[in-house]
């Protein structure tokens, strides 16, 4: 499979603050990466997703960040809830066209009232 | 979004039995869906590609006799774990791909092997 990490494995942040997830990937074939949030016992949703010819996408409270050079990416959430509290997961597709993704670690949010 | 269902939720069988996990595209058809292998408090492993009417990709490593994959509709791919060991106790999750090229998950299935 495709190596994709992510370098923090837990993140707490009071409410209100900003929030900050870092993702990398190996593969220079990947070409569309997306950002999942996945409660306990849960199955991944869908938060925001770009593909390699952007470096930057906004979605509502979201913003991803992609830097190809050093094969990063970044999930920026702003004004963090608690209900934001979840798993942030990474997938990249390692550049095949048929829907196959491979994840990253994953990171813990965890949002403080 | 488009829905997907996996059936059943959760499911505890006995060592050495079959369990059949299903994974439906409510409202929309996927020729491709891919099923997924998660760990507690680790990611999500691709298992295979499920692709209507042929046979399924697996993933290196993945043994193909022991989870089997059948696709037989546009809404509907099936996995078999065979011969159910504890180590096979893990959260199954299945995506169907759109026509759009968009992957959405089910809501996953616990599998406990007593």
């Known amino acids: 499979g495709e190596s994709v990490g992510l370098h923090l494995p837990t993140l707490s942040v009071q409410e209100g603050d900003n929030s900050i997830i870092n993702c990398a990937y190996s593969?220079?074939?990947?070409?569309?990466f997306i950002w999942y949030k996945q409660e306990s016992g849960k199955g991944p949703q869908f938060i925001i997703d770009?593909?390699?010819?952007?470096d930057k996408r906004q979605g509502q409270r979201v913003t991803v960040l992609l830097n190809k050079t050093v094969k990063h990416l970044s999930l920026q959430i702003a004004a963090t809830q608690p209900g934001d509290s979840a798993v942030y997961f990474c997938?990249?597709?390692?550049?095949?066209?048929?829907?196959?993704?491979?994840f990253g670690r994953g990171t813990q949010l965890t949002v403080w009232p | 979004g488009a829905v997907v269902s996996q059936h059943p939720s959760w499911v505890i069988c006995k060592s050495g039995t079959s369990v059949k996990i299903e994974c439906r595209s409510l409202?929309?058809?996927?020729?491709?869906m891919f099923w997924y292998r998660q760990f507690p408090k680790q990611s999500l492993m691709l298992m295979a590609t499920?692709?209507?009417?042929?046979?399924?990709?697996?993933e290196q490593g993945v043994e193909k006799d022991k989870f089997l994959i059948n696709h037989a509709s546009l809404t509907l791919s099936t996995l078999t774990v065979t011969s159910a060991h504890p180590e096979d106790s893990s959260f199954y999750i299945c995506?169907?791909?759109?026509?759009?090229?968009?992957?959405?998950f089910g809501q996953g299935t616990r599998l406990t092997v007593v």
């Open positions: 409202d929309f058809q996927a020729t491709t």
């Open positions: 593969n220079s074939a990947s070409d569309y």
């Open positions: 997938a990249e597709n390692g550049g095949s066209t048929l829907g196959r993704l491979y």
């Open positions: 995506s169907a791909k759109t026509g759009g090229g968009e992957a959405f």
């Open positions: 770009i593909r390699s010819n952007m």
């Open positions: 499920s692709n209507e009417g042929s046979k399924a990709t697996y």
